[in-house]
């Protein structure tokens, strides 16, 4: 009978917590949301697009580029979380990743090999912290409007999944998995004009290994939206890639970039 009074008394607790997340995503939501007109969206839109060609370093422009322009790839996202269990989950608890949410300080504690502290290498070692992804302002439909947000806070666990660097030439070889998976037009923007920036004696890598290899990991894995990292912490990286049908990138573990 204790068991039992313990097991509704932490179900009761763990659906308090999946209720409270998703309305705050909502709240949140609601009071960032901007309303613009046509003109303002393709006014924005351009300018967006050219900051963010010219200088790739404006996560911000990028962010607002991606939204503009990512209604419809966020509706067929939308669309493809809805066809896994796990996705649907995503969708209806609605998690955030950013410091207030995840332990950052326990993450440094998983094994080695862990997702949990690869993770934490990866934001240790790169200098950056999950909390620089700004919430999504132009899109009113709060489902989509949090696919969008998805797509952005996971951006980080989808480079460390596929054990790939920030420099450029990993970024462009992530933006082609993303712009296989997703379809947003920014990632397609990001992976085919960020590949213009690669140094010269990046681009032979490039086309030789980098870019086939994420060509045929964008299209065989498994929809990496889909995985719900947080509950993944202490699952070992190689059993992930072997879930997901993700093929370890050698060259970029054997053979470190110089940039």
């Known amino acids: 009978m204790i068991r039992i009074s313990l097991r509704s008394v932490y179900s009761r607790r763990h659906f308090c917590t999946i209720v409270n997340e998703a309305d705050s995503f909502e709240n949140d939501c609601r009071k960032h949301y901007i309303p613009i007109n046509t003109f303002q969206r393709v006014t924005l839109s351009m300018g967006s697009a050219l900051i963010s060609l010219f200088n790739p370093h404006r996560g911000d422009m990028i962010a607002c580029l991606g939204e503009l322009t990512g ?3 966020a509706k067929y996202m939308k669309n493809k979380m809805e066809s896994s269990p796990e996705g649907v989950q995503i969708l209806n608890e609605k998690p955030r990743i950013n410091s207030r949410i995840i332990d950052l300080e326990k993450l440094k504690t998983y094994p080695e090999g862990t997702l949990g502290r690869a993770y934490s290498n990866f934001l240790i070692n790169n200098k950056v912290t999950p909390d620089t992804r700004p919430m999504v302002q132009f899109v009113q439909d709060v489902n989509i409007a949090y696919v969008i947000q998805r797509y952005r806070e996971v951006h980080d666990l989808i480079h460390t999944t596929l054990e790939m660097p920030t420099h450029m030439l990993g970024e462009v070889t992530v933006k082609w998995v993303e712009a296989i998976q997703t379809q947003l037009p920014m990632c397609i923007g990001g992976a085919v004009f960020g590949a213009t920036r690669l140094k010269p004696k990046h681009r032979g ?14 299209n065989n894995s498994k929809f990496l939206i889909n995985v719900y990292f947080e509950k993944r912490w202490d699952q070992p990286l190689s059993e992930l890639h072997e879930e997901l049908g993700i093929r370890s990138f050698q060259l970029a573990a054997t053979k470190p970039i110089q940039t």
């Open 71 to 73: 209604e419809r790839a």
């Open 205 to 218: 890598l490039y086309r030789n290994y980098y870019l086939p290899w994420a060509i045929q990991t964008g």
